[in-house]
């Protein structure tokens, strides 16, 4: 574990695997021998690098749209239907929080694909206050059968929310929301990573990891 130079954090090793981080204990488990904390000079200045390239492609893919591709609500489903993809493969859906298939209890969603070779897919939900995303992604259908990453190729991009609430019971792919800051969410369990502003979450993230797709710059 990496954190920034005193002043800023108080470090003290409690035992193997416990430390002390500003007097709020940490335990880390690294194999059979714990791990190590360590500070570092240039911390600060890597994390707001990252922050701001987070911030710009969120930005950047906000500004996508493929008017073909839709979503549609049917019984218990939410189809992502895929008409079009760019020269990348890469299927953008646009959608608001609001929509009542997004605030709707113990739908699955599903990746109906109308056209071969998708290689990733990227959902941008519009909103800045979005207090309830109880939709699930089904794993099966959506990710693991459908795209060459399984749901690795899969991006959840919050890119105006400032208040993001997770209740969803089981969620799969990357969540990107680098302007959000959440509440105290319960029975959150989500596969693959979150990326927020000021995450307070009790939950459980877990693999895949993000697969970025191919990318030729040229595309259009």
């Given at each position: 574990?990496?954190?920034?130079?005193?002043?800023?954090?108080?470090?003290?090793?409690?035992?193997?695997?416990?430390?002390?981080?500003?007097?709020?204990?940490?335990?880390?488990?690294?194999?059979?021998?714990?791990?190590?904390?360590?500070?570092?000079?240039?911390i600060n200045g890597t994390c707001v690098n990252m922050t701001n390239a987070l911030i710009a492609l969120s930005?950047?893919?906000?500004?996508?749209?493929?008017?073909?591709?839709?979503?549609?609500?049917?019984?218990?489903?939410?189809?992502?239907?895929?008409?079009?993809?760019?020269?990348?493969?890469?299927a953008v859906f646009n959608a608001n929080a609001n929509d009542t298939w997004m605030i709707q209890n113990s739908?699955?969603?599903?990746?109906?694909m109308n056209i071969p070779n998708v290689t990733f897919v990227v959902l941008n939900i519009w909103g800045k206050?979005?207090?309830?995303?109880?939709?699930?992604?089904?794993?099966?259908?959506?990710?693991?059968?459908?795209?060459?990453?399984?749901?690795?190729?899969?991006?959840?991009?919050?890119?105006?929310?400032?208040?993001?609430?997770?209740?969803?019971?089981?969620?799969?792919?990357?969540?990107?929301?680098?302007?959000?800051?959440?509440?105290?969410?319960?029975?959150?369990?989500?596969?693959?990573?979150?990326?927020?502003?000021?995450?307070?979450?009790?939950?459980?993230?877990?693999?895949?990891?993000?697969?970025?797709?191919?990318?030729?710059?040229?595309?259009?």
């Open positions: 574990m990496l954190i920034s130079n005193p002043p800023y954090r108080n470090v003290a090793k409690v035992d193997n695997i416990k430390w002390s981080i500003n007097n709020r204990q940490v335990t880390l488990n690294g194999g059979n021998e714990g791990a190590e904390v360590f500070h570092n000079s240039s930005q950047d893919l906000a500004n996508r749209s493929m008017s073909r591709n839709v979503i549609k609500a049917v019984d218990n489903k939410i189809n992502c239907i895929v008409n079009e993809t760019d020269c990348n493969g890469v739908k699955d969603f599903f990746l109906v206050n979005i207090s309830s995303t109880n939709a699930k992604v089904n794993d099966g259908s959506m990710c693991s059968s459908s795209l060459p990453n399984g749901c690795g190729s899969v991006l959840w991009n919050f890119l105006e929310a400032t208040t993001l609430r997770l209740t969803m019971d089981q969620g799969y792919g990357a969540m990107l929301a680098p302007y959000a800051s959440s509440g105290s969410a319960q029975n959150v369990n989500f596969n693959g990573a979150i990326v927020m502003k000021s995450p307070n979450l009790n939950a459980e993230t877990h693999f895949p990891r993000l697969v970025p797709p191919p990318c030729r710059t040229n595309c259009v």
